[in-house]
């Protein structure tokens, strides 16, 4: 059974967490204020959309496409990036909450993340060379081997990044944010 082909629709104030999103391709279409918590988005193909609003808790977005996707103050706790489809994958998310969410061994360059709340989201073993981080709050986020070569965190706050556990080459911080660097040796900075 093939699915169905959707482009230039909106769709506003859906709640998919009872039924599901019909499963299909989405193109150039854009999602404003539903709901997918805890419901299951899997297998679906978006290509160019945009989610403005939507609540993504806890959903299923195993061999999903997001092909140049752009995410606008969207709820995503808890997401599992990893088990989405990896082809083609281009992803955009401007003062969203990714709080527990994991990015675990993806292959994400220049992925920009703006305005974010990334509390206790893991990035290890992540590929995120020149990925740009502007105004985003990285509180017990997990960096373990990852590659943040030319990565910007210069106006992100509460990272905590071990320079000795991951590639770091020309990543761009401010002199504020070097106290970031420098947690693992408990050391006090006046």
């Known amino acids: 059974m093939t699915g169905s082909f ?6 506003t104030k859906q709640d998919y967490t009872q039924n599901k999103l019909p499963k299909g ?4 279409c854009c999602f404003v204020d ?3 918590s805890k419901g299951f988005l ?23 496409i997001f092909n140049d996707v752009t995410f606008e103050d969207c709820k995503m706790v808890g997401l599992q990036f ?9 992803l955009k998310f401007i003062g969203c909450n990714l709080s527990v969410a994991s990015f675990i061994g993806m292959n994400l360059p220049n992925i920009q993340f703006q305005d974010c709340r990334l509390h206790q989201t893991d990035f290890a ?17 997990i960096f373990e081997n990852t590659n943040l070569e030319q990565a910007d965190f210069s106006s992100a706050i509460n990272f905590n990044i071990d320079p000795s556990i991951n590639k ?10 070097l106290i970031g660097l420098l947690k693992k040796f408990d050391i006090v900075v006046t």
């Open 125 to 141: 073993d992540a590929h995120l060379k020149q990925a740009k981080f502007p105004n985003c709050d990285f509180e017990n986020a």
């Open 25 to 28: 391709d989405y193109e150039n």
């Open 82 to 90: 990893e088990t989405c489809n990896q082809l083609l994958l281009s």
């Open 34 to 36: 539903c709901l997918f």
């Open 6 to 11: 959707w482009s230039d629709q909106e769709f």
């Open 168 to 177: 770091m080459k020309k990543t761009h911080f401010s002199k504020d944010g």
């Open 42 to 64: 899997d297998n679906q193909n978006f290509v160019e959309c945009t989610f403005k609003g939507c609540d993504f808790t806890n959903a299923n977005i195993a061999h999903t």
